[in-house]
């Protein structure tokens, strides 16, 4: 019989520090609890859970461990499986022996998957190895901030000062002063070397340098350095550089808005990502199925065999290859045409479907396929093949005019449609004209025209990367030209062509 909870410890922040055994307990509930110190973005693993927020400091009232339980036992009462994400791990200062105690008592079956608590996650992200065979044997994890109501302190301040190792301290920015005072009264050397550590492991993670007799004044107000911290006292803290390596990523602390349609997003996230960059959605374009399939279909029953088809995208292939598919048939129809990509992803995406392209230009352009084309057939010019093109519902001609100038007969034939987001999200436009978003991916002319009706002269606030000379230059025709471009219009050379970029704006995204 499979338990009806799951305590699932989500880890420090960044969401692929999860076990393994943790995301395979989320893709088996009904229901996901999570609080604020867990990546809403794991609720992805739950596609099929109802995720329910018990509170997020500053953002939604902070549910009574109370009402958590409650809550809880409801759903397990209703059948439902539920997974209680917990951020760290469950076993460290997170009150699971008092939601063990309810479904004890209700008779209800548990399991508890342990996560990696921030202490341990500061070693490898922070660069401070929180033990050292030469500096620090020991740690003592600390609650800088107890129940509240207790008539006095169940820590040894005395025995916590005299501690011949590492201390690490969680929940302690609004009792700082308590804390530290409380350390340097019981004889712990006010010059001992600290690092607050905070948002441990997310891509703005921030450490800051200092004393204990500083910390106090580092974190008060709590707003000069925002929950969650936590803060690493010892010696080993001075070791930090030689273990550096999360500021050294080359996106480290830019925030970059992806602009992608949201079923595409994610490669360009995780490329994000691995560079040490903050990727933030927002899709400026969607995809959907033309309304009326009617043409696409009539012009599949009619393939011939001496054609030049042209997929324009990734989009263009999977729509062609879904009404493929729905009318009975599958690659074989294709047998005797030539099938051209603009695109690496394009071509691999063929290849997904059983089809190696023929022609596919080195620069991945529609210029750059119109000049191959243009060769291939120079000798031919009496007898050229008819030209297919698979597109979106809109987008530029210029492989039509092109072709058509070189003789080709063409026909476009619309697979998809491209359509505009209408709803943004609200806090962009604040973080743009507060210039916190470092980069705008765009990744095609409707995306830039989106973006322009969107966001207007706030644009000029952040630096926009193009996907293309083409999209280029529909941004410039805007008023608002491109920093960076790609080099051969695929997403990781646009990645790169930020990475290559002057002047990177670090300083905007810790602003």
């Known amino acids: 019989m499979l338990p009806s909870v799951y305590l699932i410890g989500a880890g420090p922040g960044d969401p692929e520090l999860i076990t393994l055994r943790g995301a395979r307990c989320l893709r088996q509930a009904d229901v996901v609890l999570y609080d604020g110190l867990s990546n809403q973005q794991l609720l992805a693993l739950a596609p099929q859970a109802t995720g329910i927020c018990v509170g997020k400091h500053g953002q939604s009232r902070i549910w009574t461990q109370e009402e958590i339980i409650a809550e809880m036992l409801q759903h397990v009462r209703a059948g439902r499986s539920v997974a209680r994400l917990k951020g760290g791990d469950p076993a460290v200062f997170a009150r699971t022996a008092?939601?063990?105690?309810?479904?004890?008592?209700?008779?209800?079956?548990?399991?508890?998957?342990?996560?990696?608590?921030a202490a341990l996650a500061a070693g490898s992200y922070a660069g401070i190895p929180i033990t050292h065979r030469k500096v620090a044997s020991a740690v003592a994890l600390i609650t800088g901030h107890e129940e509240p109501g207790k008539t006095q302190s169940a820590l040894d301040w005395q025995a916590l000062a005299n501690f011949p190792g590492t201390l690490v301290v969680y929940m302690g920015v609004t009792t700082a002063k308590v804390w530290t005072d409380a350390l340097i009264s019981a004889g712990k050397d006010p010059l001992t070397p600290c690092a607050l550590v905070r948002r441990c492991s997310h891509p703005d993670q921030e450490t800051i340098h200092c004393t204990l007799e500083e910390i106090a004044a580092c974190l008060t107000p709590a707003s000069k350095f925002r929950p969650p911290v936590i803060t690493i006292i010892g010696p080993v803290t001075s070791l930090a550089d030689t273990m550096k390596w999360v500021d050294q990523r080359a996106l480290h602390g830019q925030r970059i808005m992806v602009t992608r349609p949201a079923e595409q997003a994610d490669a360009t996230c995780q490329a994000i990502i691995a560079l040490g960059g903050q990727p933030i959605r927002q899709p400026l374009i969607e995809v959907a199925p033309v309304d009326d399939p009617e043409d696409l279909d009539f012009a599949i029953d009619s393939l011939q065999s001496?054609?030049?088809?042209?997929?324009?995208?990734?989009?263009?292939?999977t729509a062609f290859f879904d009404r493929l598919f729905s009318l009975d048939l599958d690659a074989?129809?294709?047998h005797g045409n030539r099938i051209a990509a603009i695109g690496r992803k394009t071509a691999e995406q063929l290849e997904q479907y059983g089809i190696v392209a023929d022609l596919v230009p080195d620069d991945f352009s529609s210029t750059g396929l119109c000049d191959l084309l243009e060769e291939q057939f120079a000798d031919h010019q009496e007898s050229l093949p008819p030209i297919l093109s698979i597109r979106a519902s809109r987008g530029t001609d210029t492989l039509q005019q092109r072709l058509t100038a070189q003789g080709f007969e063409v026909q476009q034939l619309v697979a998809y449609q491209n359509r505009d987001v209408e709803t943004i999200d609200a806090s962009l436009h604040d973080m743009m004209r507060h210039h916190q978003i470092d980069w705008v991916t765009v990744t095609s002319s409707a995306t830039a025209n989106n973006l322009v009706r969107h966001f207007g002269d706030a644009l000029n606030n952040t630096k926009l990367v193009a996907i293309s000379a083409t999209t280029a230059k529909t941004l410039a025709d805007l008023?608002?030209?491109?920093?960076?471009?790609?080099?051969?219009s695929t997403v990781d050379t646009m990645i790169q062509a930020i990475v290559s970029a002057p002047l990177n704006s670090l300083e905007r995204a810790s602003s």
């Open 98 to 117: 008092e939601e063990v105690d309810a479904l004890n008592e209700a008779g209800i079956s548990y399991e508890i998957v342990p996560g990696i608590t």
């Open 332 to 334: 074989r129809s294709l």
């Open 306 to 317: 001496d054609a030049v088809i042209v997929f324009c995208s990734r989009n263009g292939v």
């Open 479 to 488: 008023g608002y030209p491109a920093a960076a471009i790609a080099e051969d």
